[in-house]
């Protein structure tokens, strides 16, 4: 069996949670004598390359695009297509496992059409919640998680809305609708305003997209029954979706090892993910700015997602001597330094899917204070394994860590409920079961 795993990058260029999960199932498929090759583009250049990283092929096809206004819009093939399908038709893999679609040069719908039509099963991963969601955080105007059904007027509003003017909105609402009932796309005359007249048309093409996109895969895996459900609601047929719940690349530590750690003050917290606004750290930030600093401490990991969020951040926390930034993090050692850790910050603006670190943090026995959305409370029950605050509010995070401090047995109440994480072994089980169901 051949298998072609495609994204958008890969290690060691990129160490994100995508990157890290297609790492560990392309490994577990080795394990089963499973050909496994990753495909990614190779950004700006006109020469396809290769390199090995854990023992993996990986191939960097050719992708000389230049980003512009249509390709972003989809009016026309990145120019590295070609050599994607090129590739495919030399290899000939039985299976063809996409884990992200992007806009522009990336990784496309297209690219699914394309390894379609050369006969291989097609199988898609939703890693993140934008293939339903033209904002891609799943939050009604940014106030209200929302159902997730694509639905032409309500998902304009909302798009509408986080793009700003509140004042204009309403009347831009009002003539996108008239303009797309006259059959009118705007969206072509390629510029702002008329993608902004356009905005019921452009929620029309992610409904047409994402149902392209299902037709032509074979099999849609699921992380989480939330988004299960999602699918549902929007017309993916049953027998179409797998539930493959999310795994932790090693072997889990004993969990009973790490419970007898007692927890003293001051409280040590540690923030693990890219330093960007959606991840949140900020409000993280902001909250400990308002509490006593001899009682909670806070280190930071991570790489840079926004260089000048970065360093308006670093610069608002310099005096403070309980906040560190810690720079990089190496995947194999993540487990390890959480061990030092009473409980993991996340702090997510959006509906994550199903994040990593969570599992990392259940493996390295310690509770996570997260925010209530989507991805987050599907594996984080309240007052349980860990602790919710509302999305994007300073004072309900600022009320959990009050409570962490003003409760001192807390942290390790919760620490004796969290459950062994599933390891990547049972992952790369299921995935194998699916590929051979496929390849009958």
């Not at 009002?174 to 007249?197: E, F, M, P, Q, R």
């Not at 549902?232 to 690349?249: C, F, M, R, S, T």
């Amino acid at each position: 069996m051949k298998v072609i795993q495609v994204l958008n990058h890969f290690l060691p260029g990129q160490t994100a949670g995508t990157e890290v999960y297609t790492w560990a199932l392309s490994k577990e498929l080795q394990k089963k004598n499973i050909s496994v090759q990753v495909v990614i583009p190779n950004y700006n250049k006109s020469q396809s390359e290769t390199y090995s990283y854990d023992e993996l092929s990986v191939v960097q096809y050719a992708e000389p695009s230049v980003v512009d206004r249509s390709l972003i819009m989809g009016f026309r093939q990145p120019d590295g297509l070609n050599y994607f399908i090129g590739h495919l038709q030399k290899e000939q893999p039985d299976i063809v496992h996409f884990h992200e679609l992007a806009g522009s040069n990336g990784i496309t719908l297209q690219h699914v059409i394309a390894a379609k039509s050369i006969g291989a099963k097609v199988v898609m991963t939703f890693h993140l919640a934008g293939y339903t969601c033209k904002t891609g955080n799943l939050l009604y105007k940014d106030k209200v998680l929302c159902d997730g059904v694509i639905h032409l007027q309500k998902c304009s509003r909302c798009y509408l809305h986080k793009k700003g003017n509140r004042v204009v909105n309403s009347g831009l609402l009002s003539l996108s609708s008239v303009l797309h009932h006259l059959k009118i796309d705007t969206t072509k005359w390629n510029n702002k305003a008329g993608t902004a007249l356009g905005t019921v048309s452009l929620i029309e093409n992610l409904k047409k997209n994402f149902e392209t996109l299902v037709h032509h895969c074979d099999r849609v895996v699921t992380l989480t029954h939330w988004y299960k459900k999602i699918l549902l609601l929007n017309g993916v047929q049953e027998h179409k979706i797998v539930h493959i719940p999310q795994g932790v690349p090693f072997e889990p530590a004993v969990l009973s090892t790490m419970r007898s750690k007692k927890i003293t003050e001051p409280i040590r917290l540690v923030f693990l993910g890219r330093i960007n606004f959606f991840k949140g750290l900020h409000l993280l930030l902001a909250a400990l700015l308002q509490l006593p600093p001899h009682q909670i401490e806070l280190d930071i990991y991570g790489h840079t997602g926004d260089q000048f969020y970065e360093n308006e951040w670093r610069t608002k926390t310099v005096t403070h001597k309980n906040i560190q930034w810690k720079g990089k993090l190496k995947q194999a050692d993540v487990v390890t330094v959480l061990q030092q850790y009473d409980a993991l910050c996340l702090c997510s603006t959006f509906s994550e899917m199903s994040p990593l670190v969570i599992q990392e943090a259940f493996a390295a026995g310690i509770p996570v204070i997260a925010s209530n959305v989507y991805g987050n409370a599907e594996q984080i029950k309240h007052n349980h394994n860990g602790l919710l605050f509302r999305f994007k509010d300073v004072a309900s995070l600022k009320e959990q860590l009050l409570q962490c401090i003003n409760q001192p047995d807390l942290l390790q109440q919760l620490k004796m409920n969290i459950v062994q994480p599933r390891s990547f072994n049972e992952v790369g089980d299921a995935y194998f079961q699916l590929y051979t169901q496929l390849l009958v």
